[in-house]
Nanobody
Framework: QEHLVESGGGLVQPGGSLRLSCAASGRTFSNYAMGWFRQAPGKEREFVAAITWSDSTYYADSVKGRFTISRDNAKNTVYLQMNSLKPEDTAVYYC???????????????????WGAGTQVTVSS
């Protein structure tokens, strides 16, 4: 059982940066694939980025080149560095986890087993 807690959200001006963190409570964090998703008001939750336990990464086209996902297994934490933020990045950001015996990841919300409660990111001048 994994308990995920996101932090680092807030209000930032367009062009600014934020780093989100997601701390996991389980003992086998290094065996989990981790993902970041976001949900804007009135929209469905959408994939942002994911990382396998072997550090392979994948990004949505909308954030490629601006966002970077990384993990620190010693700290049971996954990060999302967000640069060059745009108003359309405004959303609640969620992290998700999936135990996997293989180095896999997915863009599908249904694939993930555990979810955090989310952190709000607002990009506005």
């Amino acid at each position: 059982q994994e308990h995920l807690v996101e932090s680092g959200g807030g209000l930032v001006q367009p062009g600014g940066s934020l780093r989100l963190s997601c701390a996991a409570s389980g003992r086998t964090f290094s065996n989990y694939a981790m993902g970041w998703f976001r949900q804007a008001p009135g929209k469905e939750r959408e994939f942002v980025a994911a990382i396998t336990w072997s550090d392979s990464t994948y990004y949505a086209d909308s954030v490629k080149g601006r966002f970077t996902i990384s993990r620190d297994n010693a700290k049971n934490t996954v990060y999302l560095q967000m640069n060059s933020l745009k108003p359309e990045d405004t959303a609640v950001y969620y992290c998700a986890a999936k135990a996997s015996s293989r180095s896999l990841l997915s863009t599908a919300t249904a694939w993930y087993d555990y979810w955090g409660a989310g952190t709000q990111v607002t990009v506005s001048s």
